[in-house]
């Protein structure tokens, strides 16, 4: 194996192995609007069936310009905005060619496709509105979010199962450097009747948006830290099962004694076989694994679930592994360093 | 990025033809196709045709008639890019990117008319693709629309330069989809008779489907593999968002130029090198004219600009498959040293200011080619590989 896991390059060339900070985070999703209100959120608690229009757009993005935007749009321009307010960065924290947006979704484009199907069945492709035909392309909602913001760095949407959100972290810890400062995250609407095998019983998928404000670590900062983030596959398999072992166990070595540990993934089985090998990482070096609980464990909020219980270790300083695994194979790891200080 | 990574196979599945050499006898041949009408889920819609696969080319690619289409055409192409490279999986950390612009789209919207379930994941074709070759590295999905196969290729190229991966499959892939076409025909985006890229009498563009896959692989691994050879390298890239609207380009084009100058620095060269290029131009009016503007911009007069060759006046638009498509397609005229004539793009539009060739180029002395590729909401993206013939094309 020649591959050097870890090393970030710049744009001259040079590689960088500096983490992201976090400046900023803006959670959308039932009953939790900033981060203020995630702090004291209980995430082991569901917030139960909320109402298909829970979510007040004009409350976050004002009056106008999104009408014809998709639900997804609308919760990551919501994201955005308290993202960047949490950032001290205001509205324009985002503009311009030094910014980039990474938006993780798997359900963002369900409902309007469903949509387009019915309209066009009862009315002919005449009945469809020419300002919202463009959002059957599933990369409207983030490409609308970075028109409010006037992000013109980079766009980029992904939508692998479960771990698109965290894979959006992913990306923007190797693409910080063609852009300085990214707004990377999740941002979900949600399909036609949410009681589904798929997202789990009592679970409801009700749409949500969770950004996050990043940049390159200045030399000694203190705060919440991207410390390192990857993409796997597999893990359970013979040889891949002591890669990702040695690399989990790499990457945790800079965390505290006690370190928090949330796993999204489908199934219970799923969940189970990430937590313990976080765990058994952590044993290895005398670490203890503190399981973190929250509604969105087995998915419920798509590629948004592992994301708050990232946003609300951050906020409270705790040390974490946020994991993500598909039932397809994919993995996303994200391992978050924690200082009480904030050096910003 | 530095020395670039190196491009070791190549695989596709197009109107174009089903391997490598297939679309280069095409293109060679300047064989255009017709888009074609039959896909029978679209009768719906008042405008259908594409440069789609006949029924007996998509059941000789796959005995599955059920497996999703795009996500079929995705592996089939990666096992031929593989094969290609001679690349053994499990010597080393080989993943996965892919983009597409409707994934799976519309095996979803079948299941849903039958009943079976709303909640299916839309997107899977990296996942596939890992899958299917027992990949055990990185795997993303990228849907940047129709620049996404491009997208895929940068990502993968970073991961590698990232130390993420020693090799990694990218590609493109996309397969019709009632949404994508019941939208083109609402916003009068579709000529009603071929894709007809920089042509004055183009009036929109014409779907296409299929997919295109590179190996993307490290230099070290490669010739730790025992490589010889000086294989195609992806040099640069450069990305940028218009942030403007969300299907029409910005007039002013600023972002459009700084991926093109990125990618181009990006590489290491002057715009100068570049000899040849494949545009975004899907025969829509605006955006064909302002890439045409572009093109001026940072190459010049037409008589000094590169080549371009606009291959969806062959194949259609592809979507999420047309970027990679594209970047194949420049990898093959670089291995020949040859420059396709631009059929489709047969009455020039005098408001298009590109270089393009009526006939086989050949002895082109290219050395560097840029691809294009560009996509609703803005994105852009400027690929830039540099190569000389390969030895089995030397003249």
């Known amino acids: 194996m020649n591959a050097e896991p870890g090393r970030r390059i710049l744009p001259d060339g040079r590689f960088a192995s500096t983490a992201l900070a976090i400046l900023g985070i803006g959670p959308v999703a039932p009953g939790i609007a900033g981060i203020a209100a995630l702090a004291t959120t209980d995430l082991e608690q569901s917030p139960g069936p909320v109402a298909d229009d829970w979510f007040d757009a004009e409350a976050f993005i004002g009056k106008r310009g999104h009408k014809y935007f998709p639900q997804s749009g609308r919760l990551a321009s919501a994201a955005a905005r308290l993202a960047l307010e949490d950032a001290g960065l205001g509205d324009t924290g985002a503009a311009g060619e030094d910014c980039g947006l990474i938006v993780g979704t798997n359900f963002g484009v369900h409902r309007v496709l469903a949509d387009i199907d019915a309209t066009v069945g009862e009315y002919g492709v005449g009945g469809l509105s020419p300002l919202s035909a463009p959002n059957f392309s599933v990369n409207l909602g983030a490409s609308l979010t970075g028109i409010r913001t006037s992000t013109t760095g980079l766009n980029i949407t992904l939508t692998d199962p479960v771990v698109a959100g965290l894979g959006a972290i992913v990306l923007a810890y190797h693409a910080v450097g063609i852009a300085g400062r990214i707004l990377a995250g999740g941002a979900e609407d949600a399909p036609y009747g949410c009681a589904s095998p798929l997202t789990g019983t009592g679970v409801t998928m009700a749409g949500a948006s969770c950004l996050f404000v990043l940049e390159a670590a200045k030399p000694g900062e203190a705060g919440a830290m991207i410390d390192a983030a990857f993409l796997s596959r597999n893990i359970v398999g013979t040889h891949v099962d002591a890669r990702f072992a040695t690399r989990l166990a790499a990457a945790v070595r800079g965390l505290g004694a006690e370190v928090l540990v949330s796993v999204t993934a489908l199934s219970q089985s799923l969940r189970g076989r990430l937590f313990d090998a976080a765990a058994r990482a952590l044993a290895a070096s005398g670490r203890i694994a503190v399981r973190a609980p929250s509604f969105t464990d087995s998915g419920g909020l798509g590629a948004v679930s592992p994301l708050l219980p990232l946003a609300q270790a951050a906020h409270v300083r705790r040390d974490a592994i946020i994991l993500a695994g598909s039932p397809y194979g994919g993995v996303g790891v994200v391992i978050l360093k924690c200082s009480k200080d904030n050096t910003r | ?395």
């Open chain 2, 1 to 395: 990025m530095t020395g670039g990574v190196l491009v070791t196979g190549l695989g596709v599945v197009s109107s174009l033809g089903h391997d490598p050499d297939a679309v280069w006898t095409t293109l060679a041949a300047g064989e255009a196709g017709l888009p074609i009408d039959n896909v029978a889920a679209f009768a719906a819609l008042p405008l259908r045709h594409g440069y789609y696969l006949a029924p007996a080319a998509r059941a000789a690619l796959s005995p599955d008639r059920a497996a999703p289409r795009a996500s079929d055409y995705a592996v089939a192409a990666a096992r031929q890019a593989v094969a290609h490279a001679r690349l053994d999986i499990g010597s080393g950390v080989v993943g996965a990117v892919f983009g597409s612009g409707m994934g799976d789209a519309e095996d979803w919207r079948t299941s849903c008319q039958r009943g079976v379930s709303h909640h299916d994941f839309i997107f899977r074709t990296a996942d596939r693709v890992s899958e299917a070759l027992d990949l055990d590295g990185p795997s993303l999905e990228i849907s940047t629309a129709c620049s996404a196969g491009a997208y895929a290729l940068a990502v993968g190229a970073m991961l590698i330069e990232a130390g993420e991966a020693d090799a990694m499959i990218c590609g493109g892939a996309d397969a019709p989809s009632f949404h994508a076409v019941a939208a083109f025909n609402r916003l009068g985006a579709l000529d009603p008779v071929a894709c007809r890229p920089f042509d004055r009498r183009r009036i929109g563009t014409v779907f296409g489907e299929g997919a295109a896959v590179l190996v993307l692989e490290s230099e070290a691994a490669y010739r730790a593999r025992g490589g010889s050879g000086n294989p195609v390298r992806l040099k640069g890239f450069g990305v940028s968002c218009d942030a403007h609207h969300s299907t029409a380009p910005a007039e002013d084009a600023i972002q459009i130029e700084r991926a093109m100058r990125d990618a181009i620095a990006r590489a290491g060269i002057v715009p100068e090198a570049v000899r040849v290029a494949v545009p975004h131009a899907t025969g829509t009016v605006l955006n064909d004219r302002i890439e045409s503007m572009v093109m001026s911009r940072v190459f010049g007069e037409v008589a000094q600009q590169p080549w371009s060759l606009p291959l969806k006046g062959y194949a259609g638009h592809g979507g999420g498959m047309s970027g990679a498509l594209s970047a194949l397609v420049a990898v093959l005229m670089l291995q020949h040293d040859a420059v396709p004539p631009a059929a489709g793009s047969r009455e020039p539009d005098p408001d298009c200011t590109v270089r393009l060739p009526d006939r086989l180029v050949e002895r082109a002395g290219l050395g560097c080619a840029m691809v294009n590729a560009y996509a609703f909401g803005g994105h852009n993206i400027s690929l830039v590989f540099a190569g000389e013939p390969s030895e089995r094309n030397r003249p």
